[in-house]
Nanobody, 124 residues
Framework: QVQLVESGGGLVQAGGSLRLSCAASTRTFSSYIMGWFRQAPGKEREFVAGIGRSGGSGYYADSLKGRFTISRDNTRNTIYLQMNTLAPEDTAVYYC?????????????????WGQGTQVTVSS
């Protein structure tokens, strides 16, 4: 199990940007594939983005390509989600998660550790 703590959520106007962070408490951070999920009220949790153990360009839900960018800094045990051109439909609780599976990992059940989530609200 990895302890994960998200931060950076908040209220932003449509068209704005936010950067979420997720700090991991583990000595083996670079051994985990990391991901971001989100859950809007009344909807199921959905995959947003994932990134491999050494970083790289990441992989994304098709609907979010081009607006969201995932990155990681293994020296800081932290991943990030840069979100641009936000829209009201991006309003959700955003969770980071860690997986020991092989790439690509997109199903929530393949992530064994989760953060508590951070609220992102986009006003129109």
């Amino acid at each position: 199990q990895v302890q994960l703590v998200e931060s950076g959520g908040g209220l932003v106007q449509a068209g704005g940007s936010l950067r979420l962070s997720c700090a991991a408490s583990t000595r083996t951070f670079s051994s985990y594939i990391m991901g971001w999920f989100r859950q809007a009220p009344g909807k199921e949790r959905e995959f947003v983005a994932g990134i491999g153990r050494s970083g790289g360009s990441g992989y994304y839900a098709d609907s979010l390509k081009g607006r969201f960018t995932i990155s990681r800094d293994n020296t800081r045990n932290t991943i990030y989600l840069q979100m641009n051109t936000l829209a009201p439909e991006d309003t959700a609780v955003y969770y980071c998660a860690a997986s020991s599976r092989a790439l690509p990992v997109v199903r929530s059940r393949d992530f064994g550790s989760w953060g508590q989530g951070t609220q992102v609200t986009v006003s129109s």
